[in-house]
């Protein structure tokens, strides 16, 4: 498969076409943003740490029955992925109080939640994601009934496995943020599931292991994405 024309710059990723119209290529860059881009940084080999972690994590999902739109991986930064007509919502499951809800609710972070808390938001840069329900998706014409049931249906099966698949690794999957896109007749699991969309804490210690070190400073961010990487690849702690 060979790079073909850039289709489409995002904050951490590069969409290029391919010669063949199904199939796009989907490259990670280095760069790293944060507060709808007014911090913005570089994280030293995030490109290949992620692109490992998604192609690991997508094949996992494929394997217990979600469908994505991975193909293959082609290189370090690169994976073959199916295109997609984005759907313009983002997904957030939380198992665990933290960023936006805590600060949404006035709570502390932290909080084990007694059932997983699912939210639409609005994906646009300009209004900064906002938090939506179904009745504005309907509104805005994003998305059918149809569809959004079938989106939550998916993403609550993405948490079941995902939590199920961190635990076996001694990592809390605090939440964690999906896109979807149609393909065909077919709605897939799309963009990268790594520590820039998900919450990832250490069990016990609660050490912060995601793309909250960059947004809060804590430092050891490159050190904490290689650590989630050896989580991702290595075999499940015997239980
Ligand atoms: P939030 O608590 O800031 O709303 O974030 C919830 C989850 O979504 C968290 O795991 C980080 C991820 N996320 C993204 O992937 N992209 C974003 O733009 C934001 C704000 C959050």
């Not at 909080?111 to 209004?127: C, G, M, N, R, T």
């Not at 959004?148 to 943020?177: E, G, P, T």
């Not at 909250?212 to 050190?223: H, K, Q, T, W």
Request: charged share 30%.
């Amino acid at each position: 498969m060979t790079r073909g024309e850039k289709l489409y710059e995002g904050k951490a990723k590069i969409l290029y076409a391919t010669e063949d119209p199904q199939l796009v290529i989907q490259y990670f860059k280095d760069d790293a943003t944060a507060f709808n881009a007014q911090k913005r940084g570089t994280i030293v080999d995030k490109g290949v740490v992620n692109n490992q972690i998604s192609v690991h994590l997508f094949q996992w999902l494929e394997r217990e029955g979600v469908p994505t739109h991975f193909v293959k991986q082609l290189s370090d930064r690169e994976m073959l992925v199916k295109r997609l007509e984005i759907i313009p919502l983002e997904v957030t499951i939380r198992n665990i109080v933290a960023g936006g809800m805590a600060k949404m609710l006035g709570l502390e972070e932290g909080i084990v939640l007694k059932q997983p808390v699912f939210e639409w938001h609005y994906k646009s840069d300009a209004l900064g994601d906002p938090l939506i329900n179904d009745d504005h998706i309907f509104a805005l014409g994003a998305a059918t009934a149809q569809e959004l049931a079938h989106i939550r249906q998916q993403s609550y099966r993405v948490n079941d496995v995902l939590k199920r698949y961190f635990a076996q690794r001694s990592i809390d999957l605090v939440d964690f943020k999906l896109e979807f896109g149609r393909c065909q007749d077919k709605i897939l699991l799309g963009d990268e599931i790594s520590p820039d969309t998900c919450r990832f804490w250490e069990q016990g210690t609660k050490r912060k292991l995601d793309k909250d070190r960059f947004r809060r400073d804590l430092g050891d961010i490159e050190a904490a994405y290689q650590e989630m990487l050896n989580r991702v690849i290595g075999a499940p702690a015997a239980r």
